[in-house]
């Protein structure tokens, strides 16, 4: 049985009227006694698995602050996906055959995890501390980090969680067999295999640190692989003008419809906000003499923008696998996809290429032959200095460095909109994803460059 704590309350959410903040306010530290007794419950009863999901949104997934929108809602599907498909371990047995190993062990407790702390001499002296999970893995995996647990730790909590043990270690001197000494103790101890993770560490992405340690020991779920399991499910960009009553199975349901009626395309646009505002989200085909860029990029050849705002690589596998674009047997295809897994699924760099590259080979396998065009992203509308910032620009160099391989162009779309310093030209997208009417221009110039030669405009 699953004993799952509700998620924070996000009382920081815009909208509310102050007394709503204070009403939450005051809420909050109930929700922490009781997370504290659900937690205590689970320790006691060995067919109860304490999930908690207090660290599992953030104030843009929710609605009013107390429920979930589509976003956060998805988060808290796959948190619940990965308990249920994780085989655990009851640890209790854990600390008599750790202290057995290393001699004298402290207990102690961190943001309600229990510690299991032992010195390790050898080439110096160190201090190593275990971070026990409430149930763990099978094999008892531990991750390795250098250091020591502190406010900033949340990396560390987010792996136990999962049920992994976090090894961390203080040393007064570089010692550069500390973590096979580790590793050696541990595995007296009855543990497996251990992770450096400081080949996966990433303070600025969490989540990231966790994803990459699940798929190191083998996980299968869908929190291990965020970018390149097919989905659907995407939270629909109210800004790119869909009404609050749209959903994602409306919307799969009208483009399928548009798909059917505008069959056998020359070129086929595919990704998310920024390709849907080409056209917008009614009138998706190419009209010679409508008058929007799209329709001049276009001109004797059918072309179709069946982006979706919000889109990410795995929406857009999800529609690739479903046989979306079937119908208009496309010849070549421009994908635009991977921001918005960035800006609002916090995957990885890492993460969201491979997602593209799955994206692409999900194209190739479907429809043999197809030409491809894979743009690289706009920058990101956040300060030059912010983890999105860096993690959009190096998303972008990873595609333009990367060899696609036989029949796959690239158009860097993202050069024309960055100024001298890499931030966002303001002028041409306000936002990094809707571009101005002299963006789309620009845009789509970008693009012809590449399908001119292939198509013969």
Known sequence: MILATAPKIAYDSPGLTESDTEDMQRRIPRLAEIRAQMRQIARSTESFEFVDLSRQLETAHYIDGFHPNAQ????????????????????????PSLEKATGKLAGGTFQGLETLTFDLEGHGQAKVTVLQPERALEGLPWVYFPGKLDTDSTWAVELADRGFHVVLAESDRTWTTLPVEIGATLQRAGFSGGIDGRTIMDQENPGAVTRAALRLVGASSDEAYPSTRPRSGVALDQTANWSPSDTWDSVSMVLDYIAQRIRHMDALFVGGTTVQDLTGHIHRAAQP???????ELAGPRRAASFGVSGERTEHLLWRIARGTFDPMTPNTVVVHVGAHNIIDANHSVHETFNGV??????LQHRYPGVRIVVCTPLPANAPTDSYVFHAVASLRAEIIRHNFGPGVRKADTGAPFANTDGSLRTTLSPDGMILTPEGRRIFLGEIRAILDPLLSF
């Open 72 to 95: 956060g809602a998805d988060h808290l599907a796959v948190r619940f996906a990965t308990a249920v498909q994780s085989r655990l371990v009851n640890r209790s047995e854990l600390r």
């Open 289 to 295: 003499g409508r008058g929007r860029a799209f329709d």
């Open 357 to 362: 590259l799955r994206v692409v080979d999900g």
